[in-house]
């Protein structure tokens, strides 16, 4: 079984930075697309970033260039620098572990809260 525990959200004023971790127990995490999703209260969840294995990374359109996802394989870890912060960017944000791409199944971690607010 896969197990993803996020950590590092709170409460940033607009404009500041946050960075997010999801430590991951378990599963075949070289080989897993990891990614951070965002659900904001009254909307459906959807997709901030990814990075596959080898590294290769995706951002939604609203990043703008101010979120970078890395990962450290090593010490089975993700991490998401969210940067120039904005109100909108309010949201519960999860971890996704993927390895359907090869047959295998999709884990979330709990979700950390990113609070937004001057």
């Known amino acids: 079984q896969v197990q993803l525990v996020e950590s590092g959200g709170g409460l940033v004023q607009p404009g500041g930075s946050l960075r997010l971790s999801c430590t991951v127990s378990g599963g075949l995490f070289s080989m897993a697309t990891m990614g951070w999703y965002r659900q904001a209260p009254g909307k459906e969840r959807e997709v901030v970033a990814k990075?596959?294995?080898?590294?290769?990374?995706h951002y939604a359109d609203f990043v703008e260039g101010r979120f970078t996802i890395s990962r450290d394989n090593a010490r089975k870890e993700v991490f998401l620098q969210m940067n120039s912060l904005k109100p909108e960017d309010t949201a519960i944000y999860y971890c996704n572990y993927d390895t359907s791409y090869r047959g295998g199944a999709s884990f979330w971690g709990q979700g950390t809260q990113v609070t937004v607010s001057s």
């Open positions: 990075i596959i294995s080898a590294g290769h990374t």
